[in-house]
């Protein structure tokens, strides 16, 4: 759950919504039609805007407060930036002692370890050593790579069937690191998608740092649209436009948080069965799921599997998929089938 600048931009941008995050007033005054009511701030080192079609004008006076409160609920329990969050506190307990977690917490390493025994561990929520050593952590960035032998002492901590979890009771087998980060704001997502529908929301767009979630139509009928950008260092570029509703939603991509070495560049995606960055030509990966925590998770495991598995995975996981592949100076893209439903030419 990153919470520093990271390199070029602050979030790891994946998802660009092609209408603006400002409120929009879409009629005047005294027309009898819905608006869309927006409401935006920073969460999780990153940002967050939630659009939600106008049912009841109490209700949207009293929803930012309840928006910002939930992510703050969320960031105490799962951020490995505080030191004094659930999580943190877990990670600091000596291995084999049981602990009760929170039902949101619970709720989330639960998801995660289905997608790391899914991927066969190319998601594992226990790499979170050898990203911190790579400097892609909490504790801090690196200039240079880390040497061979370093690398294997701190894989002897990573496995994610070192953790033992049933019902909200958790047991650690080993003293692994639990780290969320890739699925963490997909949770807050949802979260913010359930609040919404409690209060009778019906029709929204809810973004956590690039990853999102839409139900209905806006106002004039038409889905919400949003831009997938091209996966370019230093630039900033579309490279396809979907139109969603109904879905979860989840970019993930080697281009915007690195660092180089010796004209090399080490992607922030660890690949836990090596402990080094991913090295193959997948470059970025979008996810369609029914929730966004799902869609952030399996984007994550799709990145670190690469170009030759990816597909078939998010076929096996029913969730429709675009891998955008490096080829020569450019790139090729490959797509699930039910994807192009969702393309806006």
């Known amino acids: 759950m990153s919470e520093i600048t990271r390199q070029i931009i602050k979030r790891p941008a994946a998802l660009l919504l092609a209408a603006s995050f400002l409120l929009l007033t879409l009629l005047s005054g005294c027309s009898k039609q819905p608006q869309i009511v927006s409401h935006q701030g920073p969460t999780m080192g990153t940002s967050f805007t939630v659009k939600w079609v106008s049912a009841d004008a109490a209700v949207d006076a009293e929803l930012p407060a309840k928006i910002d409160q939930l992510l703050v609920d969320v960031n105490n329990s799962m951020s490995t930036y505080q030191k004094d969050s659930e999580l943190s506190r877990i990670n600091r307990m000596p291995a ?6 929170s039902a949101g917490l619970a709720e989330v390493l639960k998801k995660a370890l289905e997608i790391s025994h899914s991927s066969g561990g190319a998601f594992d929520v226990t790499v979170g050593p050898l990203v911190n050593l790579w400097g892609f952590g909490p504790d801090g960035r690196v200039i240079r790579a880390p040497a061979d032998d370093e690398i294997e002492q701190l894989r002897q901590r990573v496995g994610y069937h070192y953790i033992k979890l049933s019902g909200k009771q958790l047991n650690r087998e080993r003293k692994v690191y639990i780290d969320l980060s890739a699925i963490a704001k997909g949770y807050g997502v949802d ?3 359930e609040l919404l529908e409690d209060e009778g929301i019906t029709a929204y767009l809810v973004e956590v740092g690039g990853e999102l979630r839409a139900r209905g139509n806006k106002p004039d009928g038409s889905h919400w649209k949003i831009a997938i950008e091209a996966p370019l260092a230093g630039e900033r570029k579309v490279q396809r436009i979907i139109k969603v509703k109904d879905v979860g939603i989840a970019t993930s991509g080697d281009y915007r948080n690195y660092f180089e070495e010796n004209g090399i560049r080490f992607s922030h995606t660890i690949d836990p069965a090596t402990g080094k960055p991913i090295s193959h030509k997948l470059a970025s990966v979008t ?4 929730d966004c925590a799902t869609a952030d998770g399996l984007a ?4 670190v599997l690469g170009p030759d598995l990816a597909e078939s995975y998010a076929e096996q996981q029913g969730v429709e998929a675009l891998l955008i592949i490096k080829s020569g100076d450019g790139f090729i893209e490959k797509m699930t089938p039910g ?3 969702y393309l806006v030419e």
């Open 300 to 303: 994550t495991a799709m990145m």
């Open 96 to 101: 084999g002692e049981s602990v009760t977690l």
């Open 191 to 193: 979260k913010i998608a």
């Open 339 to 341: 994807f192009k439903d």
């Open 287 to 290: 996810v369609l799921a029914t």
